[in-house]
């Protein structure tokens, strides 16, 4: 069975430094997909990035990048001089290619950014 | 705008005292879902449902019950509803059931006493 594990449970970091959120995933299948999520303290779910397994080339977005590494079932996550509006809970999620649109989440790394 | 309405933001209730949390999305989508979060256990799927008239269970379906008749509807029914459904739950859809991203409502606080 699938299954997505978040060992941080809480990070705290002073604005401006860079942070790693770190994502491990456990899977059977070949075709996968993994996700990451934003939940501010709004409370609402926001995607940040979708991934299949067959694409391994990192991604950043602005001050976001992902690292993907199929050896070592990781899609790890950075944010390079960190704000205080990132703050909030994020979650990597993992999704089987037969499983429909059923997202298996981990549970979660709260990020607290401070001025 | 595109987006997933949940009603209510909150609910508190009493053991037993049957109660329905709405979800409605506006963007056409096939596929919705229900999550319910708890702390340290993220997010876990109850129900989904792939389209019309068809749902499904998810990892944690117990004590729960949905429907599909519209396209844009997807209650979640707690028939009778217990201390341990205790949670924040989420609505989600996506336009098919195919490894899509999904959007999520703003999800329900409910609290059962």
């Known amino acids: 069975a699938q299954k997505v594990t978040q060992a941080q449970t809480e990070i705290s970091v002073v604005e401006k430094e860079d942070v790693t959120l770190d994502c491990v995933y456990e899977t059977r299948d070949t075709t996968y997909y993994l996700f990451w999520y934003k939940q501010p303290p709004s409370g609402e779910l926001v995607f940040l990035i979708r991934?299949?397994?067959?694409?391994?080339q990192n991604e950043i977005s602005g001050r976001y990048s992902w690292n993907f590494q199929k050896s070592t079932s990781s899609f790890n996550f950075t944010i390079t001089a960190s704000q205080v509006v990132d703050s909030a809970v994020y979650f990597c999620a993992l999704s089987e290619l037969d499983a429909g649109n059923m997202l298996t989440f981990g549970g979660g790394t709260r990020l607290m950014v401070k001025p | 705008e595109a987006q997933v309405t949940q009603n209510p933001r909150y609910l508190i209730t009493v053991t037993g005292k049957k109660l329905t949390v709405t979800c409605s999305q506006n963007?056409?989508?096939?596929?919705m879902s229900w999550y319910r979060q708890d702390p340290g256990l993220g997010l876990r799927q109850i129900y989904y449902?792939?389209?019309?008239?068809?749902?499904d269970k998810g990892d944690v379906p117990e004590g729960y019950k949905v429907s599909r008749k519209e396209k844009r509807n997807f209650p979640l029914i707690l028939e009778s509803p217990s201390p341990n459904q205790t949670s924040l739950y989420f609505c989600?859809?996506?336009?098919?059931?195919?490894?899509?991203?999904?959007?999520f409502g703003s999800g329900t606080q409910l609290s059962v006493l």
């Open positions: 989600a859809s996506s336009r098919q059931a195919t490894n899509e991203k999904l959007f």
């Open positions: 963007m056409n989508h096939e596929y």
């Open positions: 449902s792939m389209n019309v008239e068809v749902t």
């Open positions: 991934r299949n397994s067959f694409d391994e």
